[in-house]
């Protein structure tokens, strides 16, 4: 694997993570507020990122040692 992809992959890895917990997070709010058919959606989202982080964690799995991930996530 060419190292310019195997950064976007780590970089995947990071935003995939970041997307997963940010929609947990959503769906634990709705929750809160009683908007419980919300909360399922993020729930439902915040799974699907959780797979998708996993996959890209699968195919780096040839790396060694820690790496940084990039996932230009910004915070409000």
């Known amino acids: 694997m060419k190292k310019m992809t195997e950064q976007h992959l780590i970089n995947a890895f990071g935003g995939e993570s970041q997307a997963h917990m940010r929609y947990l997070h959503f769906g634990n709010q709705a929750e809160k507020e009683k908007f419980t058919n919300v909360a399922r959606l993020f729930r439902a989202i915040s799974h699907a990122e959780y797979v998708h982080a996993g996959d890209h964690y699968r195919a780096l799995k ?3 040692g820690g790496f940084v991930a990039n996932s230009m ?4």
């Open 62 to 64: 040839h790396l060694k």
């Open 73 to 76: 996530a910004a915070f409000r």
